[in-house]
């Protein structure tokens, strides 16, 4: 299979110019740093914290499974707030202006059983070029599970992916650690696009991941806990780490008040991100801070090489900026809000095409 065509995008318009002017003056006048400094490694230091004291509790203390349970929630939520805040931003080069510190902050992923090196190909490179681009957007690429766009094949049972999406995403970081991975790395593509395969370091620091977290996610607790406990407790870590992860990333493009593209591309690049990105719930304090400003997805995806901390002001000045060009900028007030967007998209591409009346 030849790699597809990667499409071209019209010429820049005065928007960008202007916007990244407006970022600039900003940190000019503010003196803040633009990536993430201090602040993150103190957050990171609390976040690994979390991870830690609630998996050695979880492994060493809790004795009953009204003890066990709410331990295993908690660590599922720490480590996607560690991918969520450390390896995300690492990733993309916002984490610290030293490119070693990036490079660990990133490597969390694969601690945690993923690979950052085929994590930055598929992210970095494709979802934030092309967000929510047929065939080469791998975010929505779910297929044939999900239908998450129009030009994707219809099946019978999408009738019913608002419903069963919950149960599915249970799975997900299990699936992308022990087959996903290892599947793009066999092919060496991602969708109908190929890649450079890892070679040296980094393919030693793929395999090496792997090897670390079956060590402390499966060999050191089955060292310590019963297998059936154990298996109730990896699924409860996973069900709830991949939930969160899937729902986050989901309401910020799988929505009904967002466009999805085909090549060739009409719009430029700063329109496009526009167009096909939503915030949602920007008053929440507590959640911008565990979602890593993931809720601010437009400005991320404006600005991926600026820190997260740095979203809530730099949303101001989006907001300004575009209403001077006349050009909306979508969001969702809550959470809520977001969630019924999400299953109203997976509604209507799910529901069988109206049948044809008689004339």
């Not at 202006?97 to 970095?124: C, I, Q």
């Not at 991941?209 to 990896?234: E, N």
């Not at 809720?295 to 809530?312: A, C, G, K, T």
Request: net charge positive; with cysteine; proline share 7%.
């Amino acid at each position: 299979m030849s790699d597809a065509p990667r499409p071209s995008f019209p010429a820049h318009s005065s928007l960008r110019a202007e916007l990244n002017a407006e970022v600039d003056a900003y940190f000019a006048r503010t003196g803040l740093d633009p990536a993430g400094g201090r602040p993150a490694l103190l957050k990171t230091a609390v976040l690994l914290a979390w991870v830690i004291a609630s998996y050695v509790l979880l492994l060493f203390a809790a004795t009953t499974w009204w003890t066990a349970a709410p331990l295993a929630v908690s660590l599922g939520l720490a480590l996607a707030a560690v991918g969520f805040n450390v390896m995300h931003d690492g990733n993309h080069g916002a984490f610290s202006t030293r490119p070693w510190l990036n490079r660990a902050a990133g490597a969390s992923l694969d601690l945690m059983g993923g690979s950052s090196y085929l994590w930055r190909h598929k992210h970095n490179v494709l979802h934030h070029t092309y967000p929510n681009v047929e065939g080469l957007d791998d975010d929505i690429e779910f297929q044939p599970i999900f239908r998450l766009s129009d030009g994707q094949r219809r099946r019978w049972f999408h009738r019913f992916q608002h419903l069963y999406w919950v149960p599915l995403f249970v799975f997900f970081p299990t699936k992308w650690v022990f087959f996903d991975d290892f599947l793009t790395l066999v092919r060496g593509r991602t969708g109908r696009h190929s890649f450079p395969r890892p070679r040296g370091w980094s393919l030693a620091q793929l395999l090496a991941g792997k090897l670390f977290f079956v060590g402390w996610a499966i060999v050191l607790p089955l060292m310590v806990v019963p297998v059936l406990p154990y298996l109730l407790g990896y699924a409860l870590v996973s069900a709830v780490q991949g939930l969160t992860l899937g729902t986050v990333f989901q309401l910020a493009h799988a929505v009904d008040t967002v466009q999805f593209a085909r090549p060739p591309l009409s719009q430029p690049w700063v329109e496009h991100q526009l167009a096909t990105t939503t915030d949602f719930a920007r008053g929440g304090r507590l959640l911008t801070w565990y979602v890593g400003g993931l809720n601010f997805q437009v400005e991320h995806h404006l600005f991926p090489r600026v820190s997260h901390r740095h979203y809530p002001a730099l949303a101001e000045i989006v907001r300004a900026v575009c209403a001077r060009h006349g050009v909306a900028v979508h969001e969702h007030a809550t959470v809520v809000g977001a969630l019924r967007a999400h299953l109203r998209h997976l509604v209507r591409l799910g529901a069988p095409p109206p049948a044809l009346v008689p004339a």
